[in-house]
């Protein structure tokens, strides 16, 4: 597989981990929803920036495809982060 693919599935991961904390924050209330949703539109934003660096390096060599996906794997670890957060 590709670094871009997997660049790809990590961001589609990502998106749906990000609303499933949505969600999960809506469950929970609205004390914990309040503190949370900060946290989740810092990780709406940290997504789409990645999402426009890989528009951006399409063209770029295998070298930057592994750089986004390190980025894209601490975006990934920073949702799981707010997850245990929430149901600690």
């Not at 539109?41 to 789409?48: G, S, T």
């Not at 986004?68 to 975006?75: F, G, I, K, Q």
């Amino acid at each position: 597989m590709s670094e871009k693919r997997k660049v790809e599935d990590i961001l589609t991961e990502l998106g749906k981990k990000i609303d499933h904390l949505v969600e999960e924050t809506r469950e929970a209330g609205s004390k914990v929803s309040e503190d949370m949703e900060v946290q989740i539109e810092k990780l709406k934003a940290q997504k789409q920036k990645l999402e426009d660096q890989i528009k951006n390096r399409s063209s770029k060599s295998n070298e930057k495809w592994v750089e986004v996906r390190e980025h894209m794997n601490e975006a990934a670890a920073s949702i799981n982060r707010a997850l245990s957060t929430l149901f600690k």
